[in-house]
Nanobody, 121 residues
Framework: VQLQASGGGLVQAGGSLRLSCVVSGRTFKSLALAWFRQAPGKERECVGAVDRSGDTVYSDSVKGRFTISRDIDKKTVYLQMTSLKPDDTARYFC????????????????WGQGTQVTVSS
């Protein structure tokens, strides 16, 4: 499974960004997908995840501001981020797994290369 994330950049606080992650190499619907982020010196944190049926879960820190969606035909998972804060600054990664669904990063087998999101105050 290969994952290619894109869409990061520099944005002012209060702004929005949409990240995309194109998935290849396995039947898209068989995978659980998640977005993680990692800031320098901090542990990798799950932002949210979407299971094989499309149900989603979010961390408390982004609930109400971030939305995960997927386009099965395009084999792409999105992370729509609104009301961005400087604390959201991190490298964002998409991850996939054929068995696991949840928020623990060590249980995901497949990872993209990440895309940097920087939120200025």
């Amino acid at each position: 499974v290969q994952l290619q994330a894109s869409g990061g950049g520099l944005v002012q606080a209060g702004g929005s960004l949409r990240l995309s992650c194109v998935v290849s190499g396995r039947t898209f619907k068989s995978l659980a997908l998640a977005w993680f982020r990692q800031a320098p010196g901090k542990e990798r944190e799950c932002v949210g995840a979407v299971d094989r049926s499309g149900d989603t879960v979010y961390s408390d820190s982004v609930k109400g501001r971030f939305t995960i969606s997927r386009d099965i035909d395009k084999k792409t998972v999105y992370l729509q981020m609104t009301s961005l804060k400087p604390d959201d600054t991190a490298r964002y990664f998409c991850a996939a797994d054929a068995v696991y669904y949840g928020t623990y990063y060590k249980n995901y087998d497949y990872w993209g290369q990440g895309t940097q999101v920087t939120v200025s105050s």
